[in-house]
């Protein structure tokens, strides 16, 4: 396979329809999450999951690649990034599945909603980018937001030990994770499409999940593969969404917009599972809202400035 036609190093930037895609994903991604609890309930070994939500991706990321720039915009000539990128997400991925097995799902997402904190961090050091004071705070007060949701007078006797202790540490370690995957998309970013990225993290990543399958793999009935159908369709949104939103604007802009994911989660937890948060929500949740809202409409503001400053 020929490598596609690289994008220039510094990729056009669209901080709105960055913030867009990310609010997409985070709608997509509670969601699947649903979908990962229900083919748990019913019987299917986690690693099968992971299996099939990166088998099923490959056709539509596939098809999708095919009528909208060709094959082409499937090669590649950076390999090893993109090895590094699949086993990162890997691990990542199932990291994530586990602590939304264990779990409710609320809890699970506020947790992960500790990504900015390590994103920013990383992003400031890895890849250089500025991080204005107004950014870190709307970050801060947004991370607040989410111990307020969580809690921490009775979360930490309750929610935080006992049975849901393993549940906790596997749900920090996806969030970690899926902060050094969030530099990693971004770094491929700069020279690869959202499709390419999408495409070598899924096939590649099907090599350790085909080896594990064999020995994890039982007979499904037709309630069980309509759900994991569901889960490689709403994998592929995710997956197009979040490396998409990457690609048009900065890793401190964009994930802050993951905070609405909690908004998602009461309500999937609520309708899906029976399960409804506690009163502190009602404290923490705007604050999250709040500081996701700040950052859209200050990051849009300044874009403007510099398109102004560069036409001038």
């Known amino acids: 396979m020929t490598a596609a036609a690289a994008p220039s190093a510094t990729a056009p930037q669209n901080y709105l329809g960055g913030i867009a895609l990310r609010l997409t994903a985070m709608l997509s991604l509670s969601l699947m999450f649903v979908v990962v609890k229900l083919i748990d309930a019913s019987g299917v070994h986690i690693l099968e999951s992971l299996f099939w939500r990166q088998a099923l991706v490959i056709p539509i990321v596939f098809a999708w690649a095919v009528t909208h720039g060709g094959m082409a915009s499937l090669g590649t000539q950076r390999i090893g990034a993109h090895a590094r990128r699949a086993a990162m997400g890997l691990v990542g991925m199932a990291c994530n599945f586990g602590g939304m097995i264990f779990l409710p799902m609320a809890e699970a997402t506020s947790i992960n909603l500790s990504v900015p904190i390590f994103a920013v961090l990383f992003a400031a050091l890895l890849l250089r980018e500025p991080t204005g004071l107004q950014r870190w705070s709307a970050v801060i007060v947004g991370f607040l937001g989410v111990l307020i949701v969580l809690d921490p007078g009775a979360g930490f006797a309750a929610g935080f030990g006992g049975h849901h202790g393993l549940g906790m540490l596997i749900a920090l370690a996806g969030a970690i994770m899926t902060a050094l995957i969030t ?26 999940l085909g080896i594990a399958l064999p020995f994890v793999i039982t007979p499904h009935d037709s309630y069980q593969w309509l759900l994991l159908g569901a889960l490689g369709l709403s994998g592929a949104v995710v997956q197009l969404s979040l490396t998409g939103a990457l690609r048009l604007a900065p890793v401190a802009v964009v994930i802050p917009m993951d905070y ?14 029976g399960t409804f948060p506690a009163e502190a929500t009602w404290i923490g949740a705007p604050l999250i809202v709040a500081s996701g809202l700040f950052i859209a409409w200050r990051e849009h503001r300044l874009h403007i400035e510099r398109q102004k400053d560069i036409t001038a």
């Not at 609405?260 to 599972?273: D, K, M």
């Open 260 to 273: 609405s994911a909690l908004l998602w989660s009461i309500a999937c937890g609520w309708f899906f599972f």
């Open 183 to 208: 530099i990693a998309v971004r770094d491929l970013g700069r020279t690869e499409n959202a499709t390419t990225i999408v495409f070598w993290f899924s096939l590649l990543s099907m090599l350790p």
